[in-house]
């Protein structure tokens, strides 16, 4: 699986932050599992992390509360790819010769309490609460690695 980042948001109206250098969406495929992963940034700016499973693995199509998994948040998003036609965009991955092109992603978001979503203030008009953490991509993929070993179990 290739190395896959986009950047297809405009953050022109968010505050300035480290959220302005990085990508909007990610695709690789974990050394250490094997499996295939994705960062997709959410409507509020907030990343979230997925990590892919093929038939024949536990949780394939299985709602998102069936593994017993510890990654930020819990897990909380489980389905095929969606419906966005556009690889830019969207849960899903650009598919080569040879890879599984129907997993089932298994997801977590990093827009809980206390995790800072940057594009929020353009929303909602509040100031950032002093607690409210930015997750960034690091953090992230950290957390798609500690996943996808879980799953690969």
Known sequence: MKTLEYRTIDKSGWPRGEWDDEPD?????DE???????????TMGAL??????????????????????????????AAFCDNVKCEERGICHVVEEGEEEKVWWLGFDCNHAWD????????????????E???NVHFV???CASLAKQLAK
Do not use: F
């Not at 800072?116 to 607690?131: E, I, K, Q």
């Open 116 to 131: 800072y979503a940057p594009g929020m203030p353009s929303v909602v008009r509040r100031p950032p609460m002093s607690d």
């Open 48 to 77: 979230c992390g997925y990590v892919g499973v093929s038939p024949g693995h536990p949780c394939y199509e299985k709602e998102y509360d069936h593994g017993e998994v510890d990654v930020h948040g819990c897990l909380t998003y």
């Open 141 to 143: 993929k950290a957390e």
């Open 32 to 42: 250490e599992t094997g499996l295939p992963c994705l960062i997709h940034r959410n």
């Open 133 to 135: 953490t930015y997750k």
């Open 25 to 29: 969406k990610i695709q690789w495929q």
